[in-house]
């Protein structure tokens, strides 16, 4: 049985159903499995709890609008 484990940020229900649903029917075309067969987790870190070079991921998102809104 493939197990399929995602990790990211906060996810709304809409956005779990759908990402369960596609990552379901492609590994099951490509692995030529049936979709039946297919576990899917997804695990949720909040951004604080997660960081990328050295910056929690609230500071990082936080940097990346200030900066898109001097460019408008």
Do not use: H, W
Request: proline letters at 4%; aromatic letters at 8%.
């Amino acid at each position: 049985m493939p197990y399929i484990t995602v990790e990211s940020g906060e996810l709304s229900d809409e956005q779990k159903e759908l990402l369960i649903k596609r990552l379901t029917e492609v590994s099951s075309e490509i692995m030529k499995i049936p979709q039946e067969f297919f576990a899917v987790t997804i695990k949720e870190l909040p951004d604080k709890n997660f960081g990328i070079g050295g910056k929690t991921i609230d500071f990082v998102k936080a940097e990346y609008i200030r900066n898109r809104n001097k460019g408008k």
